[in-house]
């Protein structure tokens, strides 16, 4: 089993940044890829951005948000970190830690981000 826990989450103003933290535990050996996913309120969940493990290169994201956020990794501290600059409020939603580990997805409990206008 793998166990995140997201943190950094919060209300800020648009133009604002946040940084979002998901550190991971328990069995993480083998965990190939680890992303952030949001869902708005009426929408389905959809990939934000997603690094591969231990590696780090080749990162993806979603068109709305490149050039905005970054996705980067801490092998040393089982961490991955969302920086999102430039938040719109389009951006307001509950931001998902992700792994892939095996063909296994888990996923943390949620962080609120809301930008306000």
């Known amino acids: 089993q793998v166990q995140l826990v997201e943190s950094g989450g919060g209300l800020v103003q648009a133009g604002g940044s946040l940084t979002l933290s998901c550190a991971a535990s328990?069995?993480?050996?083998?965990?190939?890829?680890m992303g952030w996913y949001r869902q708005a309120p009426g929408k389905q969940r959809e990939l934000v951005a997603t690094i591969p493990i231990p590696s780090g290169d080749n990162t993806r994201y979603a068109d709305s948000v490149k050039g905005r956020f970054t996705i980067s990794r801490d092998n040393a501290k089982n961490t991955v970190y969302l920086q999102m600059n430039s938040l719109k409020p389009e951006d307001t939603a509950v931001y998902y830690c992700?792994?892939?580990?095996?063909?296994?997805?888990?996923w943390g409990q949620g962080t609120q981000v809301t930008v306000s206008s």
């Open positions: 328990g069995s993480i050996f083998s965990i190939k890829t």
């Open positions: 992700y792994a892939s580990k095996l063909g296994y997805s888990y």
